[in-house]
C-alpha cells in the first residue's frame, strides 16, 4: 500500500494549485480519503476528507470554500484543488487513506508534497 | 469542534527511559483517538488506535491507553529509532483535530 502526491510548488496569493495522490495497492473508491498539512514549523493540520462512497466531502474551516477535494477512481488517484491561496496555506501536504470506508483514522499516509504561497 | 491538547511540547529522554505523553480533549471522544510518529522528511507513522490498539508490526514498547477525554501514549526502554515527534488524533468527529505534537529529543 503505498501514497505518492505531487503537484506542489510555488505560487502566488491569490493562485491555483491542484495536488495529485497516486494509489497502489489499494482501490481508493474503497476508503475514505484524506488530506492533511504540517506547515513550516507547526503541527500537522487536517485538511479535508473524502467519503467512499462519494456523497461527502469534508473540510476544516481554515480551506472551506477554497479547497476542492475530488477523486478519480478510473485512475485510482485523488485530488487536492486549491485557490483563492495564502501564505498560511504554505505547507507540506499529505495524502492520508482512511481505515474504513467512512470518516475513520488515518492508517497509511504519503510523504508529502510542498506548497508555497509566496510573492 | 473538539479541541486537542498535548503535553508536554518537548521531552528530553536518554536511550532506555520510559516516557508519557499525554493527550486532553476538550469534550469526550470515547476511545476514538489513534497516535502517529513523525519523522523529518518520511510519511507519518500510524502507531496506535482506537486508544489502546497495536497497529499491527509497531513494537510492543509502545502502548495507549485511556478514554472519554485523557489519554496516554507510553514508550518503555526508549530506542534511538523512537526519537522522533509524536501526534494525538480525534476521529470521533470531523474536523479531525491533532494535538500540538510532542518531539522527544535525546538527552
Known amino acids: 500500500v503505498q501514497l505518492v502526491e505531487s503537484g506542489g510548488g510555488v505560487v502566488q496569493p491569490g493562485g491555483s494549485l491542484k495536488l495529485s495522490c497516486a494509489a497502489s495497492g489499494f482501490i481508493v473508491s474503497n476508503y475514505g480519503m484524506h488530506w492533511v498539512r504540517q506547515a513550516p514549523g507547526k503541527g500537522l493540520e487536517w485538511v479535508a476528507f473524502f467519503r467512499s462512497d462519494g456523497n461527502a466531502q469534508y473540510y476544516a474551516d481554515s480551506v472551506q470554500g477554497r479547497f476542492t477535494v475530488s477523486r478519480d477512481t478510473s485512475k485510482n488517484m485523488l485530488y487536492l484543488e486549491m485557490t483563492s491561496l495564502r501564505p498560511e496555506d504554505t505547507a507540506l501536504y499529505h495524502c492520508?487513506?482512511?481505515?474504513?470506508?467512512?470518516?475513520?483514522?488515518?492508517?497509511?499516509w504519503g510523504k508529502g508534497t510542498a506548497v508555497a504561497v509566496s510573492s | 469542534d473538539i479541541q486537542m491538547t498535548q503535553s508536554p511540547s518537548t521531552l528530553s529522554a536518554f536511550v532506555g527511559d520510559r516516557v508519557t505523553i499525554t493527550c486532553r480533549a476538550s469534550q469526550s471522544i470515547n476511545n476514538w483517538l489513534a497516535w502517529y510518529q513523525v519523522k523529518p522528511g518520511t510519511a507519518p507513522k500510524l502507531l496506535i488506535y482506537k486508544a489502546s490498539t497495536l497497529e499491527v508490526g509497531v513494537p510492543s514498547r509502545f502502548s495507549g491507553s485511556g478514554s472519554g477525554t485523557d489519554f496516554t501514549l507510553t514508550i518503555t526502554n526508549l530506542q534511538p529509532d523512537d526519537f522522533a515527534t509524536y501526534y494525538c488524533h480525534q476521529y470521533n468527529a470531523y474536523p479531525g483535530m491533532f494535538g500540538q505534537g510532542t518531539k522527544v529529543e535525546i538527552k
Open positions: 492520508a487513506k482512511g481505515s474504513r470506508p467512512y470518516y475513520y483514522y488515518i492508517d497509511v
